[in-house]
């Protein structure tokens, strides 16, 4: 958690409570009191309010009209819909750079940052947030080598409920070492230079949460969600990365 803000800025306040929304300390549906987080950080109701605007604008919070501000429900239908665009763009972005053909420093720096995500996973207690960052800047790394960034950063941007729906994961199944191995398998393909079967690794890869959630989505964790709409036909079209 984020060290608490004294005489808090809304930038204070904002970037606080957007690190709690996405590593889910305040879950989905939970309801955050003005009041309390003036008390918190020793602000007046203006910056607290700008704050809540600003993550109302990102869609982490949902600011109801005499009712109060909470933290927004996750949306499975556009989780699915943001795996399946990552998947066709970074799927391509991966093919560009196995073409590229990276020489030996750039897979090392590939390599060093999987085996620190095996020395977190080796560890009693896994930080989350910290097995998060190496996993989005092994991600990271690829659309930087093909002078994407830009579309790196525009897709992290779009991700809110996904990278919420990822925490969830972690939190839930504790599986790091199927993500891990997931990232072998993909660094593999990258030493051998082969692009056939990426598209089929990554949508493994990218769709292994909502594998491994299962019914737990909406049976335990119900409550965090709100009713999806298209589940039965992602469910049927994500069959092709795990058949």
């Known amino acids: 958690m984020p060290e608490i803000a004294q005489n808090g800025t809304s930038l204070d306040i904002f970037s606080s409570l957007k690190h709690e929304l996405l590593d889910l300390t305040i879950k989905p549906g939970e309801q955050i ?9 020793s602000s ?45 763009v970074e799927g391509q972005i991966l093919v560009d750079f196995i073409n590229s053909k990276p020489d ?6 590939l390599e060093h940052n999987i ?5 977190y996973i080796s560890q009693n207690e896994v930080n989350i947030n910290e097995f998060y960052d190496l996993d989005s800047q092994m991600h990271a790394f690829w659309f930087a080598a093909c ?34 191995g997931n990232h072998l398998e993909l660094l593999e393909e990258i030493k051998a230079g082969r692009t ?27 409550q965090y969600f709100k009713p999806p709409q298209d589940q039965a036909f992602w469910m049927e079209y994500t069959k092709q990365y795990f058949s």
């Open 33 to 41: 009191l003005e009041s309390a987080v003036c008390e918190r950080f």
């Open 44 to 88: 007046s109701r203006p910056p607290v309010r700008a704050a809540f605007q600003r993550l109302a604008d990102l869609g982490l919070v949902d600011i109801l009209p005499y009712k109060g501000v909470y933290a927004s429900l996750l949306d499975l239908d556009y989780i699915h819909q943001m795996i399946h665009m990552r998947t066709k």
């Open 104 to 109: 030996a420093f750039v897979l090392e720096e």
């Open 196 to 222: 056939e079967s990426i598209d089929l690794i990554l949508g493994k890869h990218l769709n292994g949460g909502l594998r491994r959630m299962g019914e737990k989505v909406l049976k335990e964790y119900g």
């Open 147 to 180: 002078k994407c960034s830009g579309i790196w950063n525009l897709i992290q941007q779009q991700e809110i409920h996904y990278t919420r729906f990822r925490m969830l994961d972690f939190v839930a199944t504790q599986k790091y070492e199927q993500i891990v």
């Open 115 to 119: 085996r620190k995500q095996q020395i």
